[in-house]
C-alpha cells in the first residue's frame, strides 16, 4: 500500500481569501494555469467560499464565467470547491430545489470536488448537497468543522464521519479554519478515523497560530493521505503551510508527494509579483498570532470586530469583547466559529459588552439559532437564554429546511428578464442585493470593478489615479489616530462615487454623494433622541426595513425597525405605545447610536 501524500492546493481560493480578502481577479490566475495543470497536484481548490460574494460584490466578475475559464484552462486538473451545505455560499440555509440545482450547475460548468460542510456539524444540512454531488458524478468530501469545547471530543467527531461516510461521501476532511488543532490532537483524532472508517482523510489547517505544518506532519504520520497548501508567496499566517516547504519536507521519505519542487518555485515566483499588485488589500490580522489557541476567534472575525469597536470610539474594549465570545458561545452549545456562526456569535458579544448588559439586545440570527432555523446546536444551550430570545414560539425539531417551500420558480420570477441562464438565477439566490444590481449593470454595461492602486516605490507613496494625490494620511478623532489609505476609486454613477479605504489596515467601502445632496436632510442632520418616544439604536449599522409608516399606532416592544451591523440583524423596539409621528430613515440608511430614527407620540 503507497504512503504517497496528495496535494490539494489553495492559492486559487482559501490563500488569497485568507491573506488578501478574497481580491484575487481571474486576470491574474489564467496566465500560470499552464504551470499549475502540470504540477500533478490531486486537485485545485478553487471556488466557493467567499470568492462567489466577492466576485459580484467587489471584483464585478461573474463567478460562474470564472469557473468556466480555469475549467478550461486546467483539463488535467480536479477543481474544488467548498460548499456551506444547505447554506450554499450565503448566509441562509436555502430549499432543496435550489441547493440541487447549484451543485447541479456547479458541476455542469466545471467543479469536480465538492467540500461539503455544515457550520453546526448537524450532518442532517448535509444530505441534498451530498446526495445532488453523487447525482452528478462527481467527489462529495464529508467535512469536520473542528473545533474544541466539553462536547467537541475525539468520539463525537468520529461519529460525524460515520455517518457522512454512511450518506455516501468519497472521502472526509478535517477543516481546521481557525487554526485550532494541535500536533498531537491532530495525530490522535486522524488514527481514530482511520479505525473507525474506510474513507481517505484530508487535513486543511490554517496557519494562526503557526502549528499547521506540525499537524499536517502528524496526521499524515497516523493514516491522512491528503493535505491541503498554499505556494508559499500566499501561505502561513492565516493562510496555510507552504506548498514547497511541505513538498520538500517530503522528499525522499515513504511519504514523497512526487512533485517537482523546481516547477512550484517558478509558480512561486509569479504569485509574489502578483500579491505585490494588491497590497492596499494586505492586513496586519493575517500574521501568526496564538492568542486564536485561547479565544478561538479566527483572524477574519477579530478584525471585523475591532472595526466596529472603532466605529464606537471604543477600541480599547477590544479585549472585553474577546472575554464575552467564548461565554456566548457556551450559552448557545458551544458551536464552531465558522460562518455564518461566527458571525452570529461575535456580534452578539459585542451587542452585550457595549450595551452595558448581557443580551439586552439579542439579534435576530440568535433568536433563529436558539429557535433551532440553523439546525441542532453541539451542546446544551442555555434555556434562560432560550425563552427570553424565543418566548414560546416553538421550537424547529426538524432539519431546517424541511420547512422551506421550493424556491426556484419564485426567484425565477423575481429577477426576470435580467436573467440569461439559469446560472444568473442562482447568483441572485445567493445574494438578492448584490446579485441584482450585478445583473443589472451587466446589463446596462456599466460593470466598474474596484480600482488597483500602481505598486507603490520603495520608499513612496502611491497615488490615487496617477494625479499625485497622496493615499496614505493620518487622521486624529477624539484623541484617537487612526492610519488611513484610499485603497481604490470607483466609476462615478447616479452622482455616487465609491472609495475603497483601508483604517488602520482593515478594508472598508464608503460612499461620497454631493454635499447639496445632505444639506438639511435627516440622513447626516438627525438629532440625538431624548424622549421616551424617540426610536434609536445602541450600535452603528445600516437599515434593513422600516415595519412601519406614519400614522400607525405601535404597542410598547413592537418591533418598528430592522438594522444590520457585521451581516447580523436586530429588530429595533418602541420604548412606548403610540401613534408614529415622524420617521427619518429609509431602507439603506446608515444609522449611528442615539440619532433620533422614529418619533412616536404617546
Same mark, same amino acid.
Given at each position: ?18 491573506? !488578501? ?11 500560470? %494555469? ?44 480536479? &477543481? ?35 467540500? #461539503? ?51 455516501? %461521501? ?9 487554526? !485550532? ?44 493521505? *491528503?493535505?491541503?497548501?498554499?505556494? @508559499? ?16 519536507? &517530503? ?43 485561547? +479565544? ?19 477600541? +480599547? ?67 434562560? !437564554? ?5 418566548? +414560546?414560539?416553538? !421550537? #424547529? ?6 420547512? /422551506? ?5 419564485? /426567484? ?13 438565477? /442562482? ?14 449593470? =451587466? ?39 487612526? =492610519? ?13 462615487? *465609491? ?23 435627516? @440622513? ?34 413592537? @418591533? ?23 420617521? *427619518? ?18
Amino acid at each position: 500500500m503507497s504512503n504517497k501524500i496528495f496535494v490539494t492546493d489553495t492559492i486559487l481560493r482559501d490563500a488569497h481569501q485568507s491573506l !488578501l480578502a478574497t481580491r484575487m481577479r481571474t486576470e491574474d490566475m489564467l496566465p500560470i %494555469c499552464d504551470k499549475l495543470d502540470k504540477v500533478g497536484y490531486w486537485s485545485l481548490e478553487v471556488w466557493g467560499g467567499a470568492t462567489f460574494d466577492a466576485c459580484v460584490r467587489f471584483l464585478k466578475e461573474d463567478p460562474w464565467e470564472r469557473l468556466r475559464q480555469l475549467r478550461a484552462a486546467l483539463p488535467n486538473t480536479r &477543481l474544488q470547491m467548498l460548499l456551506r451545505g444547505q447554506n450554499l455560499l450565503g448566509y441562509r440555509h436555502y430549499s432543496d430545489d435550489v441547493v440541487k440545482a447549484f451543485v447541479a450547475k456547479a458541476a455542469v460548468n466545471g467543479i469536480d470536488v465538492f467540500r #461539503i460542510f455544515d457550520a453546526m456539524n448537524d450532518v442532517r444540512n448535509l444530505r441534498v448537497a451530498i446526495e445532488a454531488v453523487k447525482a452528478a458524478g462527481k467527489h462529495a468530501q464529508g467535512t469536520i468543522a473542528y473545533t474544541t469545547s466539553p462536547v467537541h471530543t475525539t468520539e463525537a467527531f468520529v461519529a460525524q464521519a460515520k455517518q457522512m461516510e454512511a450518506m455516501g %461521501c468519497d472521502s472526509v476532511a478535517i477543516k481546521d479554519m481557525a487554526g !485550532l488543532l494541535t500536533p498531537y490532537a491532530t495525530g490522535e483524532l486522524v488514527k481514530a478515523l482511520k479505525a473507525e472508517i474506510g474513507l481517505p482523510i484530508f487535513i486543511h489547517s490554517h496557519d494562526t497560530a503557526g502549528l499547521a505544518a506540525m499537524c499536517q506532519l502528524k496526521a499524515i504520520e497516523n493514516g491522512a493521505s *491528503h493535505i491541503d497548501t498554499a505556494i @508559499s508567496s500566499f501561505a502561513w499566517g492565516t493562510s496555510h503551510p507552504g506548498t514547497e516547504s511541505m513538498v520538500a519536507a &517530503l522528499k525522499g521519505s515513504e511519504y514523497d508527494t512526487g512533485l517537482d519542487l523546481a516547477l512550484l518555485q517558478e509558480i512561486g515566483l509569479y504569485f509574489y509579483a502578483v500579491r505585490k499588485k494588491y497590497h492596499q488589500f494586505e492586513s496586519e490580522f493575517t500574521a501568526v498570532d496564538t492568542r486564536v489557541q485561547v +479565544n478561538q476567534v479566527p483572524g477574519g472575525m477579530i478584525s471585523n470586530l475591532a472595526n466596529q469597536l472603532k466605529e464606537q470610539g471604543a477600541l +480599547n474594549r477590544m479585549s472585553e469583547v474577546l472575554a464575552e465570545i467564548p461565554r456566548v458561545r457556551e450559552d448557545l452549545g458551544f458551536p464552531p466559529l465558522v460562518t455564518p456562526t461566527s458571525q452570529i456569535v461575535g456580534t452578539q458579544a459585542f451587542f452585550n459588552v457595549l450595551a452595558g448588559e448581557r443580551y439586552k439586545t439579542i439579534t435576530n440570527e440568535v433568536k433563529l439559532y436558539l429557535q433551532g432555523g440553523y439546525g441542532k446546536a453541539p451542546g446544551v444551550v442555555n434555556e434562560q !437564554l432560550r425563552r427570553q430570545a424565543i418566548g +414560546n414560539e416553538e !421550537l #424547529i425539531d426538524v432539519r431546517p429546511a424541511d420547512l /422551506l417551500k421550493p424556491e426556484m420558480v419564485k /426567484l425565477r420570477g423575481e429577477i426576470g428578464a435580467l436573467a440569461k441562464s439559469e446560472e444568473d438565477v /442562482l447568483t441572485y439566490a445567493m445574494f438578492p442585493d448584490i446579485g441584482r444590481k450585478f445583473l443589472e449593470e =451587466r446589463a446596462a454595461g456599466t460593470l466598474a470593478p474596484e480600482v488597483l492602486l500602481p505598486i507603490p516605490e520603495a520608499g513612496g507613496v502611491s497615488s490615487a489615479g496617477g494625479e499625485g494625490v497622496p493615499t496614505e494620511f493620518v487622521i486624529d478623532v477624539h484623541g484617537e489616530s487612526y =492610519r488611513v489609505d484610499i485603497t481604490g476609486v470607483g466609476v462615478k454613477a447616479e452622482g455616487k462615487r *465609491h472609495f475603497y479605504l483601508s483604517i488602520d489596515g482593515m478594508p472598508e467601502e464608503v460612499v461620497f454623494e454631493p454635499l447639496n445632496q445632505f444639506v438639511g436632510g435627516a @440622513s447626516s442632520k438627525r438629532k440625538q433622541a431624548s424622549e421616551p418616544g424617540h426610536v434609536s439604536t445602541a450600535m452603528p449599522g445600516n437599515i434593513v426595513d422600516v415595519l412601519v409608516k406614519v400614522g400607525d399606532t405601535v404597542k410598547a416592544g413592537q @418591533s418598528v425597525l430592522i438594522t444590520e451591523a457585521m451581516k447580523m440583524e436586530t429588530e429595533v423596539q418602541a420604548a412606548i405605545a403610540g401613534k408614529i409621528l415622524l420617521i *427619518h430613515v429609509i431602507k439603506g440608511d446608515r444609522v449611528n447610536p442615539g440619532e433620533i430614527l422614529i418619533e412616536i407620540e404617546a
